[in-house]
């Protein structure tokens, strides 16, 4: 019988995201601000003696072998680690997929520190982050899950001390955005990169909605699922602080001061029936 372990894996969104120049690799450089929140995948691992990795799932929208980034980060941490043996890995799946919530990335991370307690700490945080890094830009983050301005491809992080507090109310309609799509057909000679000031502590500190919320990505992303700019402007209607698309959507949240008017607009949203809707706090 092999050790049993649980974890949770939270969503992040960006409440700015800036997309800078195109690197040789490919990857583009951005500057941003990542929050984890309160819409959880849950992972739930078995370890084996065999030099197996399993992933069990129901969900249909996530592949169960080699391509499932659970496996991916399974088995870099065998191989880095040197132990030998194997996991049974259990995913279920709420965060929507392909969705701009980095559920994948989280996935990911999540089960690297997982197994890294299970297996009393054969890695130290360097080879984790540097494991993530090979895996996906958005990948470290949730390594520490800590709201933070993520620059680099998004693997140079610096942790917000403070940032302010407030209600999500987060929309996903049915479709899925391929990120490297929208990297690619990002405009950027249209998003000013060059006379770009990166976002600072100072701006967070003051935080002004309307100065923070910016996404570069949200044009080309609407432009081709005007989904988007639907819920965009039936959630506008609801009197949030600011509204915004996450990362490469479709998710488009509003922001809310008071938890009251975050259900009611919740409840509006669910109404117009344009996705599904959650009721998420940063953690
Ligand atoms: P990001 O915001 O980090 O760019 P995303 O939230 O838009 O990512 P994900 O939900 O992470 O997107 O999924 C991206 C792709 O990764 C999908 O095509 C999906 O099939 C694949 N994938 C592989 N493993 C997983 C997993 N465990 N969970 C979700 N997607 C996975």
């Not at 990542?34 to 069990?56: A, G, K, N």
């Not at 030998?84 to 259990?90: F, L, P, Y």
Request: glycine letters at 6%; charged letters at 25%; one cysteine or more.
């Amino acid at each position: 019988m092999g050790i049993e372990a649980f974890i949770k894996a939270p969503a992040k969104l960006n409440l700015h995201l800036r997309v800078l120049n195109r690197r040789e690799d490919g990857y583009h450089e951005i500057n941003s601000i990542m929050i984890p929140v309160s819409l959880y995948d849950f992972i739930y691992v078995r370890t084996l003696s065999e030099e197996t990795i399993e992933i069990l799932t129901e969900s249909d929208n996530i592949p169960k072998g080699k391509d499932n980034l659970l496996w991916i980060a399974a088995d870099r941490f065998f191989k880095s680690s040197g132990i030998k043996g194997g996991v049974s890995i259990k995913i279920v799946k709420n965060i929507p997929v392909a969705a701009g919530l980095g559920g994948g990335s989280s996935d990911a991370a999540r089960l690297l520190v997982l197994l890294n307690s299970i297996f009393k700490n054969a890695l130290t945080f360097t080879t984790l982050h540097n494991i993530a890094k090979e895996i996906g830009a958005d990948v470290p983050f949730f390594l520490r899950c800590k709201s933070s301005i993520a620059r680099g491809i998004g693997d140079i992080l610096e942790e917000i001390p403070h940032i302010p507090s407030f209600w999500y109310v987060l929309v996903c309609p049915p479709v899925r955005v391929s990120t490297k799509w929208a990297y690619e057909n990002v405009k950027l000679e249209l998003t000013g990169y060059e006379n770009s000031n990166n976002i600072s502590f100072q701006d967070i500190e003051d935080f002004s909605v309307s100065e923070i919320l910016r996404n570069d990505l949200e044009e080309v992303v609407s432009e081709r699922y005007p989904v988007v700019k639907e819920i965009e402007n039936l959630l506008s209607k609801t009197e949030p602080e600011g509204v915004l698309m996450s990362g490469s959507g479709p998710s488009v949240f509003g922001i809310y001061k008071d938890i009251d008017d975050a259900k009611e607009a919740k409840d509006i949203m669910i109404s117009h029936q344009v996705g599904d809707v959650f009721l998420v706090k940063e953690i």
